[in-house]
């Protein structure tokens, strides 16, 4: 995690031509970070996984993270905590993962129509926050983010990367929560290259919106 850059070392990757969409605040900008690499190979306290409401392992992040914490003994633990409501987070061991501990958010699905698009834009806020919240209640100092509804749910991505980044910043603001943490990460990966370029672009303007520089 020493190699990554936090968002106010980081040039490459911020967009000046944004408009900010927050104060700027150097001290929470030291605090976060935008890495384009596997969530599963960091070493942190905790990392975040899209899960289902079943908490049962599935496809995209969700099936690598179990893949590679080592999925009988993930399944074991997460059998025991009786699923997860969506937008809520629950708390599993890292088992084979570097990371100590597994931080299981379910995000909105917008497959299913019956749900409001007011009520899915809560639910994904909270999925982060209750993520976050959970992290700072077991004293977890350096958490990584994953992207929540962007693949199988079919949620409208740009929208949702910056409602994540907008709730990461809020979580942060409120009670002085940055100063609890040492570095949360939004981890951005996807093994095909156009689609990871694409998501890496819409993180970009997101993050410099929500956590702007000075000029």
């Avoid at 299913?112 to 909270?126: G, I």
Wanted: charged share 20%.
């Amino acid at each position: 995690m020493d190699s990554i850059l936090t968002w106010s070392q980081d040039v490459a990757n911020y967009d000046s031509k944004t408009a900010p969409m927050a104060v700027v605040n150097a001290d929470i900008n030291s605090k976060i970070s935008l890495w384009n690499g596997d969530i599963t190979t960091l070493r942190v306290d905790a990392i975040q996984n899209a899960a289902n409401t079943g908490l049962g392992g599935g496809k995209g992040i969700d099936g690598a993270i179990h893949d590679a914490a080592g999925s009988i003994s993930l399944l074991a633990e997460t059998r025991k905590l009786g699923g997860c409501p969506t937008g809520q987070t629950k708390l599993s061991k890292g088992y084979g993962l570097p990371s100590k501990h597994i931080l299981h958010s379910v995000g909105p699905d917008c497959r299913v129509t019956s749900v409001s698009a007011e009520t899915r834009a809560e639910q994904l806020k909270s999925s982060y926050i209750t993520a976050l919240e959970l992290a700072k209640e077991h004293g977890f100092k350096t958490i990584a983010l994953c992207g929540i509804s962007l693949g199988i749910f079919e949620c409208p991505k740009g929208e949702y990367v910056s409602r994540a980044c907008q709730a990461v910043r809020m979580w942060m603001e409120h009670e002085d929560n940055w100063k609890k943490v040492d570095r949360v990460i939004f981890a951005v990966y996807h093994p095909d290259k156009a689609d990871n370029d694409a998501l890496m672009s819409l993180y970009q303007p997101s993050l410099t919106a929500y956590f702007p520089k000075s000029p």
